[in-house]
Nanobody, 124 residues
Framework: QVQLVESGGGSVQSGGSLRLTCTIS????????MAWFRQAPGKEREGVAR???????TYAESVEGRFTIDQDSTKNTLYLEMSNLKLEDTAMYYC??????????????????WGQGTQVTVSA
């Protein structure tokens, strides 16, 4: 059974940094894509960053240059390094893994495997 568990969320002041971790287990093969999504209260879930099995990365325009997605295949772990955090980055962050879809294609990403989320709160 595939399981994704996020950790590393918390509260941080604007301009600060956090690193999110997603520990993945249960796969008998490497997922083609892994990604981070986020959902703020009252808003739709949105893709933040994606990495393919070939280590190609894609970022949402809103986080480009501030967030870095990385994977450690030896540890089956996915990371999201977040810096220069802004108030609008406040959200529940989720990791997902499975088939590759465009970062903006949440309807298809929903069919992949997901974690339960970790909260990130940025304050002034």
């Amino acid at each position: 059974q595939v399981q994704l568990v996020e950790s590393g969320g918390g509260s941080v002041q604007s301009g600060g940094s956090l690193r999110l971790t997603c520990t993945i287990s249960g796969y008998t093969y490497r997922p083609r894509c892994m990604a981070w999504f986020r959902q703020a209260p009252g808003k739709e879930r949105e893709g933040v960053a994606r990495v393919t099995s070939g280590r190609l990365t894609t970022y949402a325009e809103s986080v480009e240059g501030r967030f870095t997605i990385d994977q450690d295949s030896t540890k089956n772990t996915l990371y999201l390094e977040m810096s220069n955090l802004k108030l609008e980055d406040t959200a529940m962050y989720y990791c997902a893994a499975g088939a590759c879809y465009a970062l903006g294609d949440y309807p298809n990403w929903r069919n992949n495997e997901w974690g339960q989320g970790t909260q990130v709160t940025v304050s002034a």
